[in-house]
């Protein structure tokens, strides 16, 4: 006979039957049980994010932007706690519940709002040490209570997607518990999330975008401006004897053709004789395909005899096909017009949906433009043809570097490049800012003597250089408040090296370094880069052109009262003067 005995009942520490320690007492109501599912170390990481994100990056920002940036930093280091805290629980390291976890949860609380309200209060400071140093006004207040809203708004949104995700992966693991076992399963349900979201955003929401941009562009691009007539002179590109019809300029196209300075207005501020500038562009519906556009282009230049002019350009547009005009109108005077620009469109797009749209081929159109133009200009007599210059803007400046191979024109040379806000992943622009000359800074650096490549930004840097000019000179004109160009995907990680002291003129001396946080500044200063003054962020002030063009391009019959009054004329032209 066997005999039953009672299970014998686990001790239980005092400290347990108090509710203090590794035990989570029933009841308390649902304020408490609310309060026990916030993550005390998730609310102090996100309030220190959110702090962060109130400090100043390279583009100024409106209390909406802020608000938007704040939401997103502050879901970010909640993230971060929490995945610390369940990293913590994972390892099965003691734990701390019941009461002394919900003291503990207030007191998170109470120090996350005394942060987040003491950094509410520097904020405007913070915005007006970057806003000073762009001659823009100073702002007054912080908008404390919008930021503050408008932020928890975007976590709330950002935390629900969390958990739409984590409740897919809980349901996939569940039902895949029943035939493997549960570790194996929660792995399988993460990775079925991961998929179901990839394949929405992806294969949904981005194509769905980008197919409706495509078409909203293409649209664009073909309707015609009744402000921008077609050419009088039959013989522009466009006109009745041109090679390219003006419908298949395009937008962007038919502006650049139809604007841009004649040669009485040359003349005029010369006060000398000028020529008529010459413009050539192929736009997308000129052609087939590139290769096509590249051969017409240069065909449209022999029948505008573009090859007997002193200086002739080849550019590479940004993604929708457009040139900047202060880069061009420039250009134009200081050759006194006998100057021919040409260009063909690779896209309708804008610059950075171009990239994930169609990444390379703006590399494909720069290559296939200049190689046509090349082939043509080495068989002319190296006395009897123009100077051969290159020229891009960002996403154009990016392809422009790349439609050069220095070893297919070692023999015979072109005179080179002025390359404007180069992104950040410019390949050959990384080499050189990463092979600076040391003792320089990231955000102007120099490379070598200064005999093939040099750098510039609003103060005018072309001459401090050890050597002469060689046969052939690259510029780039680069400010160090463009995030397009200094923008770097490890700042998630690691300080940026050009914000080791001394930072560049138009840089926040209380700009910081701080993880995750620098990175999604960043990234929304990329997107806002445009909404500064002119001569700051990514928007390129005429006069800097003009230095950049004297030193690459050396044009004759100039002194310096000249290129002062020259410059003293875009400025007052762009509305700044």
């Not at 309060?35 to 609310?43: D, E, K, N, Y």
Request: net charge negative.
């Amino acid at each position: 006979m066997i005999e039953e005995r009672e299970t014998p009942r686990p001790m239980v520490d005092a400290s347990e039957q108090s509710g203090d320690f590794m035990h989570d007492p029933v009841g308390g109501g649902p304020k408490r049980r609310m309060i026990r599912a916030v993550s005390s170390i998730g609310l102090l990481f996100g309030a220190v994010l959110f702090a962060a994100s109130l400090t100043p990056s390279l583009i100024p920002r409106s209390f909406l932007l802020q608000g938007v940036l704040g939401g997103v930093c502050l879901a970010a280091g909640y993230g971060i706690g929490t995945a610390l805290d369940a990293l913590w629980r994972y390892m099965e390291l003691p734990v701390i519940r019941g009461r002394i976890r919900f003291r503990l949860t207030i007191i998170a609380g109470g120090a996350a709002l005394a942060l987040v309200a003491a950094s509410l209060w520097k904020a405007p400071g913070w915005q007006n040490s970057i806003r000073i140093r762009m001659d823009m006004p100073p702002v007054d207040e912080a908008h404390s209570l919008e930021v503050a809203v408008i932020a928890l708004i975007v976590f709330a949104g950002l935390l629900g997607l969390w958990r739409l995700f984590a409740g897919l992966s809980r349901i996939a693991g569940r039902q895949m518990s029943r035939v493997v076992p549960t570790k194996v399963a929660r792995v399988f349900g993460i990775a079925t999330a991961l998929v179901l979201f990839t394949l929405l955003i992806d294969g949904v929401l981005i194509r769905s975008f980008l197919h409706t941009a495509d078409l909203s562009a293409a649209a664009l691009d073909a309707a015609m401006d009744p402000q921008i007539p077609p050419p009088t002179d039959p013989d522009a590109t466009g006109g009745t004897h041109s090679l390219i019809r003006w419908e298949g300029l395009g937008r962007t196209g038919r502006q650049f053709v139809s604007t841009g300075p004649t040669a009485e207005e040359i003349s005029a501020f010369l006060e000398r004789p000028a020529k008529a500038p010459l413009r050539i562009y192929a736009g997308l519906n000129a052609a087939p395909d590139t290769e096509a556009r590249a051969a017409l282009a240069v065909q449209e230049m022999l029948r505008r005899g573009a090859f007997e002019r002193d200086v002739l350009l080849v550019v590479v547009p940004t993604g929708t096909g457009w040139m900047d005009p202060e880069a061009m109108d420039t250009f134009e005077y200081l050759h006194a017009g006998d100057t021919a620009i040409v260009a063909i469109q690779y896209s309708y797009l804008s610059s950075w949906i171009s990239v994930l749209a169609e990444p390379g081929i703006g590399i494909e159109a720069g290559r296939a433009l200049f190689q046509a133009v090349y082939r043509h200009w080495i068989k002319l007599p190296s006395d009897n043809r123009p100077k051969l210059y290159v020229q891009g803007l960002s996403l154009g400046a990016y392809s422009a570097e790349q439609s050069v191979h220095l070893h297919e024109v070692l023999a015979d040379p072109i005179h080179g490049a002025l390359l404007s806000g180069p992104p950040y992943d410019s390949p050959i622009w990384r080499a050189l800012t990463r092979n600076r000359n040391e003792g320089t800074p990231a955000w102007l650096p120099r490379y070598g003597d200064g005999a093939v490549v040099r750098f510039t930004n609003q103060d005018n840097q072309l001459e401090e250089s050890e050597a002469e000019w060689g046969p052939m000179r690259v510029v780039y004109l680069q400010y160090a408040s463009d995030p397009i160009t200094f923008f770097r995907a490890d700042a998630l990680f690691r300080k940026p090296p050009w914000l080791e002291a001394p930072v560049g003129p138009d840089v926040s001396p209380e700009m910081r370094w701080y993880p995750v946080v620098t990175f999604l500044q960043l990234g929304l200063d990329m997107a806002i880069g445009l909404l500064v003054p002119m001569g700051f962020g990514h928007l390129f002030a005429p006069e800097h052109y003009i230095d950049g063009w004297i030193a690459v391009t050396d044009p004759q019959g100039w002194n310096a009262e000249d290129i002062d009054r020259l410059k003293a004329f875009f400025v007052k032209r762009s509305g700044r003067g």
